[in-house]
């Protein structure tokens, strides 16, 4: 009976020893998890941005004079999908409220017409050096630009347009991210005259494409 008890002893040492170990692996695997490089779960993000947006010029044909659209703040959005390690899918969406000098015809006054431009763009991002949402990226969409008279007797326009920006993405722990970027605009506006023009018009606007340049910083929330 005495060997069969020590033997017995010796089984259970053995097994909770073997417990021990496999805790000891249980939680080191833990901390290793934890201890993963936080892009591993943040292949996609939503990012809010603050901006400064300047324009290029456009032709007012009653001044004979280029006009250019008043620098302003502006706000955007994006919404960035993992396609692959280093590549997103990215839709785009950006406001801003500004205005433009212009002259009425059969008039020598210069007014401001409040204009409100919305980009809605599809595209994506491209990270140079590793994972996507980490360091340099550069970006670009496809899609409209909504531009919208702030007085009665204009006529809102759509347009065909694209973007391209450059940036950098600076992780802030698992979750979240600072994000920098500066991106252009190019808006086809094919105007000889009659852009805003509701069925007369009362200035003359002449472009063959809209320009705008801005600076973003903006927070993404990583998922």
Known sequence: MRPLLELSESVLSAAASQMKRTGRLVVLACVLALMA????????SVTAFGGWRASGTLEDSVAQRNVRLRDSAAFSAALDLAFDETRQLEFFASHQ???????P???TTTMRLPVKIS???FGGTNYF???AGVGPFVAGGLGLTR??????GFESETKASLSLAL???LPLGRYAALRVEGRGYWTLINSSGNLFCS???????KGDTLQQIEMLVGVSARF
């Open 147 to 152: 531009l919208a008279p702030g007085l009665d």
């Open 129 to 131: 050096d590793g994972p």
């Open 119 to 121: 980009y809605f763009h």
């Open 199 to 205: 069925g007369g018009c009362t200035i003359t606007i």
């Open 97 to 103: 409220s500004t205005s433009l000098a212009v002259t």
């Open 105 to 107: 015809i059969g008039s």
């Open 37 to 44: 490089p936080v892009t591993a779960l943040a292949e996609n």
């Open 167 to 169: 940036g950098y993405s």
